[in-house]
């Protein structure tokens, strides 16, 4: 079992950054793939980035590469997202998940944090 908690939304302006964190309970994070996901109003969940359990892989979706960097540290159980050159399509509700295997925008994740509410101001 693993528990999610998100923090560090907010609203920013156009061109700003964010850095949203995910700390995670359990023994055994450091064997789960992590990744985030999001959901503006009016639009289905979407993915947005994934890191393999040894951090060693990661993967974007094509809206956010060059933008956004995750990361994670498996030593204080978090995962984090870098989201830099916001532009208000980003908007949305920002979700940490978890699986014992990968997150990937196929299959949904066993894992879901509440989410934190990213706004960005044109």
């Known amino acids: 079992q693993v528990q999610l908690v998100e923090s560090g939304g907010g609203l920013v302006q156009a061109g700003g950054s964010l850095r949203l964190s995910c700390a995670a309970s359990?023994?055994?994070?450091?064997?789960?793939?992590m990744g985030w996901f999001r959901q503006a109003p009016g639009k289905e969940r979407e993915f947005v980035a994934g890191?393999?359990?040894?951090?060693?892989?990661?993967y974007y979706a094509d809206s956010v590469k060059g933008r956004f960097t995750i990361s994670r540290d498996n030593a204080k159980n978090t995962v984090s997202l870098q989201m830099n050159s916001l532009k208000p399509e980003d908007t949305a509700v920002y979700y940490c998940?978890?699986?014992?295997?990968?997150?990937?925008?196929?299959?949904?994740?066993?894992?879901w944090g509440q989410g934190t509410q990213v706004t960005v101001s044109s």
């Open positions: 890191i393999s359990w040894s951090g060693g892989s990661t």
């Open positions: 998940a978890a699986d014992p295997m990968v997150v990937t925008a196929e299959d949904p994740p066993d894992y």
């Open positions: 359990g023994r055994t994070f450091s064997r789960y793939g």
